[in-house]
């Protein structure tokens, strides 16, 4: 089966632009994470979509992200204005389920440059 | 508050020998599981092993296995008979089992570094 998709790989972009950054889970996967790595630093988790609902959005950093989940398929994450703080690789994750051994599994991540 | 702590940023290690990466854990829940993942420099994120807190057995997955000391909340990462492939960063994870979603915490990360 297909892996966790991200597009795009890279974006480089200037401060006060937009930047939407696209997930495709791995089919049947209703739980998608977005992870986000600021240079040097751990991965820190975004937000968390049960199908097309949000279940958990408490690390979404600011009003300027908008994450979206349309018909529980693909997931969108907008960044709107970008600032410099912004830099990072953004992550998306999926998984079956969230008891047990639920390994998420990881797609490549957008490197997203904010100038 | 959860927290995971790697504390060595970079690790070298002949090829052939067993390396051990550090990690520990800060939780005051009772029941969660612990993952490690490895990052090659094309940038995926693959999962090598799962430890669940339960768990009375150290987790073995071919040339890993997971050291697990409940008590000193760590669970260290033991590769064995290392590879020039297993030059990555290694993040060591934990997942709150009754955190309704299932997020992962990380640590910073340790980049291993397999030498000829």
């Known amino acids: 089966e297909a892996g966790v998709t991200q597009f795009p790989s890279h974006s480089v972009i200037e401060k006060g632009q937009t930047v939407t950054l696209r997930c495709d889970p791995i089919s049947g996967h209703d739980n998608l994470y977005w992870y986000r790595r600021v240079m040097g630093k751990e991965i820190k988790f975004l937000l968390h979509?049960?199908?097309?609902?949000?279940?958990?959005e408490s690390g979404m950093p600011n009003n300027r992200f908008l994450a979206e989940r349309t018909g529980g398929t693909y997931s969108t994450l907008k960044v709107q204005p970008a600032e410099l703080e912004d830099s990072g690789v953004y992550f998306c994750a999926s998984s079956r389920r969230v008891a047990g051994n639920n390994e998420q599994f990881f797609g490549p991540g957008t490197r997203l440059t904010v100038l | 508050a959860q927290k995971i702590t790697q504390t060595q940023p970079g690790m070298f290690v002949q090829e052939k020998e067993a390396v051990t990466l550090d990690c520990t854990y800060d939780t005051s829940d009772q029941s969660y599981g612990l993952f490690w993942y490895k990052q090659p420099s094309s940038g995926e994120m693959i999962f090598l092993i799962y430890?669940?807190?339960?768990?009375?057995q150290n987790a073995t997955e071919g040339r890993y296995s997971l050291n697990f000391q409940k008590a000193r909340k760590s669970a260290n990462l033991v590769i064995s008979a290392s590879q020039l492939g297993d030059s990555a960063m290694y993040f060591c994870?934990?997942?709150?089992?009754?955190?309704?979603?299932?997020?992962?915490?990380f640590g910073q990360g340790t980049e291993l570094s397999v030498k000829p």
């Open positions: 994870a934990m997942r709150d089992v009754y955190n309704q979603g299932g997020k992962l915490i």
């Open positions: 430890q669940g807190s339960y768990d009375e």
């Open positions: 979509f049960v199908k097309e609902s949000k279940q958990d």
